[in-house]
């Protein structure tokens, strides 16, 4: 048999295959049963067909917390991007101290996600924790129950807890450029702006492509910090989507519902990841 029809490497992903379709596949396929049926107690089924989405889509509730999702995703990549890059390009390239700062970037990202939602609940409540007590004591506008307050100790829960992410991917990209370009920009005379901008940029691009895309997809699914943290108050200004498809499924037991609205979250995902990468990619090529 010819190299060129040789077709037995597939074989080896055969297991990653059956993983994926026992992880993603089947379960994606229960929620789009559950999506087009009424579901009751006994695992009775009764048909619903569309009806579930015309309320999802017809829900101007839907629509709000799409709509916080969607400012809270933007907000937290125009935060964590610019600053990942930046403390990267403040790392030695080598040596203990780059060895150092990387061990300590990393270690937010070691922690558990609901560990972290208890850690900043009890850091930043101003009864007991020491942010919270320090903030209320110098200023009366500290007040968890005050939109814009839970919103910035949310935000910046999220930017201490995957910046890291940021800045290890922008790192390593970093670290591949090789020396012999930044000789030549040395001899040129540029500065270090123009060094960023024609050498450091364009080859940290698709790997903030990666950071960029990973970000999205994390913080649309952000759930368990605001839970911790605020219950999704006051009132609704931070429940996220996440957390209504818990409540919609979990609480109210309306499963034929937050099927529904689920799988049309995932394309919604979809679209905005795949659109993001075609336009970036396309741009650079």
Same mark, same amino acid.
């Given at each position: 048999?010819?190299?060129?029809?040789?077709?037995?490497?597939?074989?080896?992903?055969?297991?990653?295959?059956?993983? $994926?379709?026992?992880?993603?596949?089947?379960?994606?396929?229960?929620?789009?049963?559950?999506?087009?049926?009424?579901?009751?107690?006994?695992?009775?089924?009764?048909?619903?067909?569309?009806?579930?989405?015309?309320?999802?889509?017809?829900?101007?509730?839907?629509?709000?917390?799409?709509?916080?999702?969607?400012?809270?995703?933007?907000?937290?990549?125009?935060?964590?991007?610019? $600053?990942?890059?930046?403390?990267?390009?403040?790392?030695?390239?080598?040596?203990?101290?780059?060895?150092?700062?990387?061990?300590?970037?990393?270690?937010?990202?070691?922690?558990?996600?609901?560990?972290?939602?208890?850690?900043w609940k009890i850091f930043a409540d101003p009864a007991i924790g020491p942010m919270g007590a320090a903030l209320?004591?110098?200023?009366?506008?500290?007040?968890?129950?005050?939109?814009?307050?839970?919103?910035?100790?949310?935000?910046?829960?999220?930017?201490?807890?995957?910046?890291?992410?940021?800045?290890?991917?922008?790192?390593?990209?970093?670290?591949?450029?090789?020396?012999?370009?930044?000789q030549a920009t040395r001899i040129d005379g540029a500065s270090r702006w123009a060094t960023f901008r024609y050498?450091?940029?364009?080859?940290?691009?698709?790997?903030?492509?990666?950071?960029?895309?990973?970000?999205?997809?994390?913080? $649309?699914?952000?759930?368990?910090?605001?839970?911790?943290?605020?219950?999704?108050?006051?009132?609704?200004?931070?429940?996220?989507?996440?957390?209504?498809?818990?409540?919609?499924?979990?609480?109210?037991?309306?499963?034929?519902?937050?099927?529904?609205?689920?799988?049309?979250?995932?394309?919604?995902?979809?679209?905005?990841?795949?659109?993001?990468?075609?336009? $970036?990619?396309?741009?650079?090529?």
């Amino acid at each position: 048999m010819s190299r060129a029809n040789d077709n037995s490497g597939f074989l080896y992903m055969l297991p990653a295959l059956l993983v $994926l379709m026992f992880v993603v596949a089947i379960p994606i396929m229960v929620v789009v049963n559950y999506s087009v049926q009424d579901v009751f107690s006994g695992n009775i089924f009764i048909w619903a067909g569309s009806a579930w989405f015309e309320k999802t889509l017809k829900s101007t509730e839907f629509w709000a917390t799409l709509g916080r999702s969607a400012l809270y995703s933007s907000l937290v990549i125009a935060i964590e991007i610019p $600053l990942g890059v930046f403390i990267a390009l403040k790392i030695p390239k080598s040596g203990r101290m780059a060895t150092f700062y990387i061990i300590v970037m990393a270690i937010p990202l070691l922690i558990p996600w609901f560990v972290v939602g208890l850690i900043w609940k009890i850091f930043a409540d101003p009864a007991i924790g020491p942010m919270g007590a320090a903030l209320a004591g110098f200023t009366d506008t500290y007040d968890l129950n005050r939109p814009l307050v839970a919103w910035l100790v949310i935000l910046l829960v999220d930017v201490w807890h995957w910046t890291g992410l940021v800045v290890l991917l922008a790192y390593a990209g970093l670290v591949a450029i090789p020396e012999a370009l930044y000789q030549a920009t040395r001899i040129d005379g540029a500065s270090r702006w123009a060094t960023f901008r024609y050498v450091e940029l364009p080859r940290l691009r698709h790997v903030l492509l990666i950071a960029l895309l990973l970000r999205l997809t994390d913080s $649309l699914m952000v759930y368990i910090e605001p839970f911790m943290i605020t219950r999704g108050g006051p009132g609704t200004s931070t429940t996220f989507l996440s957390m209504d498809l818990i409540q919609t499924a979990m609480y109210q037991f309306d499963f034929g519902e937050a099927s529904a609205s689920a799988l049309i979250y995932v394309l919604i995902m979809l679209t905005l990841s795949w659109a993001l990468y075609s336009v $970036l990619m396309k741009r650079h090529d």
